[in-house]
């Protein structure tokens, strides 16, 4: 099992930035990929970005050139760091661990996320 615990959401600005946080503990030796979804109100949940342990990234269109997720393999932690934030980037953002299958992120533990809102 790993547990996974967000920090970072909060309300900002349209055009402002935001940095979360994943910090993961229990059985760490096994993550591969780690990640971030988003789920927005009467939408689906997306993913926005996966990194592996060996530096592979994968953004979401929306996140692209906006968005950029790192790691440190050492904290077990991952970040993601939102920049020219969009009303429409409001969501509850969720950390996960996972693998990537090909070119396939696929997601295995869950944090319980933790809101972002844009607004002015």
């Known amino acids: 099992q790993v547990q996974l615990v967000e920090s970072g959401g909060g309300l900002v600005q349209p055009g402002g930035s935001l940095r979360l946080s994943c910090a993961a503990s229990?059985?760490?030796?096994?993550?591969?990929?780690m990640g971030w979804y988003r789920q927005a109100p009467g939408k689906q949940r997306e993913l926005v970005a996966a990194?592996?342990?060996?530096?592979?990234?994968q953004y979401a269109d929306s996140a692209q050139g906006r968005f950029t997720i790192s790691r440190d393999n050492a904290k077990n932690t991952v970040y993601l760091r939102m920049n020219s934030l969009k009303p429409e980037d409001t969501a509850f953002y969720y950390c996960?661990?996972?693998?990537?299958?090909?070119?396939?992120?696929?997601?295995?533990?869950w944090g319980q996320g933790t809101q972002v809102t844009v607004s002015s």
């Open positions: 990194i592996n342990k060996n530096g592979y990234i």
């Open positions: 996960n661990t996972g693998v990537f299958r090909l070119v396939t992120y696929v997601p295995e533990y």
């Open positions: 229990g059985s760490i030796s096994n993550i591969n990929a």
